[in-house]
């Protein structure tokens, strides 16, 4: 069974930093895309960035040049550094894998304030 644990989120300022992680279990990680996702309150889950197994990166527009998606096949880990946060970057952040869509995990909350 897959599972995916994100953690590293939490209330920063405009303008600050946050690195979230996401380990991931129940399959084979190197041989996976993975991706990062969001939901704000009141929106549809969006895309935020994506990593293939070869290591080649994808990103929204709105988050492109300030986070940086990044993975680690050895720790079965994939993670977000998000840098220049803004408030409107608020949200649950998830990761996903290709090979299991729908499998998600509880998320973590991102609070930028302003």
């Known amino acids: 069974q897959v599972q995916l644990v994100e953690s590293g989120g939490g209330l920063v300022q405009a303008g600050g930093s946050l690195r979230l992680s996401c380990a991931v279990s129940?399959?084979?990680?190197?041989?996976?895309?993975m991706g990062w996702y969001r939901q704000a309150p009141g929106k549809q889950r969006e895309f935020v960035a994506a990593?293939?197994?070869?290591?080649?990166?994808s990103y929204a527009r709105s988050v492109k040049g300030r986070f940086t998606i990044a993975r680690d096949n050895a720790k079965e880990m994939v993670y977000l550094q998000m840098n220049s946060l803004k408030p409107e970057d608020t949200a649950v952040y998830y990761c996903?894998?290709?090979?299991?869509?729908?499998?998600w995990g509880r998320g973590t909350q991102v609070t930028v304030s302003s």
């Open positions: 990593i293939t197994r070869g290591g080649s990166t």
């Open positions: 129940g399959m084979l990680f190197s041989i996976t895309g």
């Open positions: 996903n894998a290709d090979n299991a869509r729908d499998s």
